[in-house]
């Protein structure tokens, strides 16, 4: 069997990185893999901390902070450089910490129509799983959100993009979409997909990916056996970090629908954060904010964002 291909984008990592690397054996087990590493111009010791504790690494400097869904495509160009190809990938954050045996469940679960398998996710400190699992937007599930909260409006399928059903993370669960701080895809799929869409700087980037896998015939499915701790999490939220992710859910959306249902979804998610903002929540300020002025095709907001390590106490991938 061919090797497996671990994809990691780094920006000002190193502090991360050290436990990252020393859960990989544990959670490689049963593979043969190599790491690739796409560095987007950290200014921290991200690169000495990958040469001293994983030397046999191949490292992408990509010379600039050019995004998450950037730094995949030139960690996939610097994989698929390797003699003989790779059987699958694994595109992860380098907060993951994946635990034993994580990596071939993953792999494993790809094939009869799988094209993207997702493990069951924990934060830091906490015993329950994440709710990692979406389905597509739509205007519906907005308003839902909107109304009675995104993890209320979760046990109905028409309210919300949050798959909260405790059933769906006990067994193998097909969805439209799933967070992406740690993800395996298979070679076909691969192939069919192409590159991700740069486009989207942070956040969005997994979606878009996986809702196009999924128009070309690739599902993605949870494997609840394979299991691994985000520390980032769904702890805490920036306002600059809500804001870009709010925009990005606009634009994607923008770009699958008409523009007639897009001002209803755009509606929608302004009165969501409004409504939050009115209580005193500071990302949502922002993020209404931002949703009253016209949304170009890369915010500003992404100049100053993080592609793969956020400050100390802002998630990498907060809930959507």
């Not at 942070?202 to 949870?222: K, M, N, P, Q, V």
């Not at 915010?299 to 400050?311: L, V």
């Amino acid at each position: 069997m061919s090797p497996v291909a671990v994809l990691v984008v780094t920006w000002n990592s190193a502090s991360v990185l050290p436990g990252f690397l020393a859960s990989l054996p544990d959670g490689m087990s049963g593979l043969d893999w190599r790491l690739v590493v796409a560095d987007n111009d950290s200014a921290d010791d991200t690169v000495a901390v990958l040469r001293e504790l994983a030397p046999d690494a191949t490292v992408v400097r990509t010379g600039r902070n050019a995004g998450y869904a950037a730094g995949v495509n030139a960690a996939l160009g610097a994989a698929g450089e390797a003699e003989g190809g790779y059987s699958a990938v694994l595109v992860c954050n380098p907060d993951i910490r994946m635990r034993q045996g994580c990596a071939k469940r993953l792999v494993d679960g790809l094939g009869d129509g799988v094209g993207i398998s997702v493990p069951l996710l924990y934060e830091d400190g906490r015993d329950a799983p994440l709710h990692s699992l979406r389905r597509e937007s739509s205007v519906s599930r907005a308003l839902g959100e909107a109304v009675i909260g995104n993890r209320r409006a979760g046990r109905f399928p028409r309210l919300s993009e949050l798959v909260t059903d405790p059933a769906a993370y006990e067994r193998p669960t097909r969805a439209d979409w799933a967070t992406g701080a740690l993800m395996a895809l298979s070679a076909d799929c691969l192939a069919a997909c192409g590159p991700w869409d740069e486009s989207f700087f942070l956040y969005s980037e997994e979606t878009e990916y996986c809702l196009r896998a999924r128009d070309l015939g690739y599902a993605t499915r949870l494997e609840p056996a394979a299991e691994a701790v985000h520390l980032g999490g769904e702890s805490r939220v920036s306002p600059r970090l809500w804001t870009l992710l709010t925009v990005n859910r606009v634009r994607l959306y923008a770009r699958r629908h008409g523009a007639v249902a897009t001002a209803f979804f755009r509606a929608a998610v302004l009165l969501r954060e409004a409504s939050r903002a009115a209580l005193g929540r500071p990302a949502s300020r922002a993020a209404a904010g931002a949703l009253l002025r016209p949304i170009s095709a890369r915010p500003a907001i992404e100049d100053k964002a993080q592609p793969a390590a956020a400050q100390p106490g802002e998630p990498t991938r907060p809930p959507h």
